[in-house]
């Protein structure tokens, strides 16, 4: 099986996210590939994800497995549109850090149609010496010295690395499924063997060790063997007639007495317990100790009965205590180095869920950051006002059994308003065919954490795993400060979502309520904010009815269009009494420059509160000849009105005047358009003439005029969506600024 290749393609659908992960997991459990199926199906559900977000096209995952290597792409069908960088430009490709975190490698390529993200993970087993970052900085791979690490078949256990730098245990006997439960995570001080056998340091002084001990005892072979945690005995190093020798069950508990009392022994015979499982008829042993706990021995073998002497055990001694103060600094080295990647990956965590403000993703990303890393699966609840919890959402390391654990988690209630993490026995209340239906998971044993953020509680994390897979200490200390972390994340997108929806309510209170019919005329409008809908903008516009005949027709209307400096609530403060303020003087049929007058003096009114205006106030009325309208317009401050001819030929059509809210006494003037039948006047806020492209903006050296020029014959809407179109497409950012701008075509 040196390369095999797989793919399918998926629709431009949310539920195709779910058939690639599939697709992924059952490619991976065919190639024998369970050990990173995980992390692989985690990678591609991002992925996918963006496919359909940002591309919004069909998408094809592929999967190659190669010698040393596992890759995997998704390929959409938007070769035009480039990823945006995580950190750099974070309008999109929010699903990235967490490739960076999964993955060995990722990149982009592209060809003449698609472009495809893919990533690579190391292939298991994989024994070509390549060397992989762990999270905590930590390489695993080759050793320090360039030589390839060892597969501890001597001991029948190899370390096998999840994604925080802990090891877990694999069974080496034929046949034995893979064990898929957490190992004992970060955080924990035990004295087992697993973790010195994860140290390169400590592996390399057992090596030198027993090389040591043949030769300064001259025996035929020596080992180290390492204490588990259940009291077994595992083999460290082995040279010589030590080497692939299965210890079968010995424990300390089988020891002899010296060996508990921590001296060192020597056996004449094969019936001491060591020598037996050692397959020799005599030895020498000593104890490796650690802050008083029994960490393994030190042993030498012979196959000859009454090999050793007394005073080959106090040689071995001490041996055996210098080799157990170089194993205690590596254990502790080891252990620092666990604790490293416990905080490296709760800081990934942190900059994972500090990149969205989308209240559903960031919950989908804390239960993918719990599952498989510390729990089976996880569900996240929330708290609304004045309401019981929420199931907001589940999720499972088997997806086949996520909508029977949504199921059993629905009828079990609400979560447990707690104020501190502890167990949860939920399950158990739900309806017994419920829990029939859901097999085992109705057994799991289930923590609870409370999402506390600015002193509420505002949800709670459940997290579960297999009732005989225990929750370690440090698997339960990660998640409650993951709970922690995770309970600010959701309180900000929860805070930013009620945000966005009162400033798009404060946005839409500010527009008029409608464009009103005026004969010979055509209208046509654009707005469009700047961001996210998060900040209420500054720019306005209006066009209403400025006066009547005593029988009830309009006789004249009112357009404006305005930019107040600055955004957020005072510069809404100056566009709603600007906006409100026109149609009342207007209503007393003032002209125009007495309106601008009052209005300025309004805005000095305001004093500290008040902001700069730029304004283009205008009145339209009918000809008696119906052959177009008559405007007489002011603009004060503001970018000034283009006039299009039908023959393509633009003007400005009114002169500057000073902006409001500076001066007092400014006496303004109005300039008359006559717009005739197939002329256009466009007037525009400065969020058009200043959009960016670099160093250049779209009105350097009449860069409307030209746009303008272009839509001689063209009707009112036609001119303002080309208008608009030619400003989303003159730069490959976003806009920063508001756009708005109003047509008006004499028909």
Sequence with gaps: MDRQTASATFPSAAPAVADARRFVRKVLADWGMDEVADDAVLATSELATNAIAYAGTSFEVSCRLEAGEIKIEVRDRHPTRGIDMPGVTATSGRGLPSIARLAASWGVSYDRRTKGVWFRLPRPGATDGAVTASPAGEA??????????????????????????EAGRESADAGHARDKRIGDGVGDLPAAGDRLLRSPTAVESM????????????????????????????????????????????????????????????????????????????????????????????VAVSSVSGRFAEADGVRLGRLADEMSLSLEKARVGELERSWRGWLSFVAEASDLLAGTLDQERTMALVAQLVVPRLATWCAVYTVGESEPDRLAYVWHADETRADGLRELLEHAGAAPPMDVPGPWNGLATAPREIRAAVGDTAADQVYAFPLIARGRRIGTIVIGRPADDRFPRSAIELAEELSRRAALAVDNARLFSAQTAMSSALQRSLLPPGIPEIPGLEVAVVYEPAGEGSEVGGDFYDVF????????????????IGDVCGTGPEAAAVTGLARHALRILAAEDMSVPAVLNRLNRLILGEGERGRLLTLLHGEIAARRRSDGVTIRLTSAGHPPPLLLAPDGKVREAASPQPLLGVFDGVEFHTDTV??????????????????????RLLGDGHGLENLLADCAGLSAGAVAARIQRAVRDFGPEPSNDDIALIVLRAS
């Excluded at 695993?140 to 730098?165: H, L, Q």
């Excluded at 094969?270 to 030190?298: C, F, K």
């Excluded at 009815?545 to 404006?560: I, K, L, M, Y």
């Design 140 to 165: 695993t791979g080759a050793a320090p010295s360039g030589k390839p690490s060892r597969d501890r078949k001597a001991g029948r256990e190899r370390t096998v690395r999840d994604g925080m730098g």
């Design 207 to 298: 090596e030198d060790g027993v090389a040591g001990v043949r030769e300064v005892l001259g025996a035929e072979g020596a080992a180290v063997l390492l204490t588990e945690r259940d009291g077994r005995l595992i083999m460290g190093a082995s040279a010589g007639t030590a080497t692939d020798v299965s210890l079968g069950e010995l424990s300390v508990a089988g020891l002899g007495p010296a060996a508990r009392a921590g001296s060192a022994w020597v056996a004449s015979d094969a019936s001491d317990p060591t020598a037996a499982a050692l397959q020799a008829r005599s030895l020498a042993a000593a104890p490796l100790e650690s802050q008083g706990r029994l960490t393994g021995l030190l």
């Design 545 to 560: 009815e400025g006066g009547r005949r005593p029988g009830g027709a309009a006789t004249a209307w009112r357009f404006a």
């Design 674 to 695: 006559q717009l005739r039948r197939g002329e256009v006047l466009l007037c525009v806020t400065d969020g058009v003439t200043e959009r960016r492209s670099g160093g």
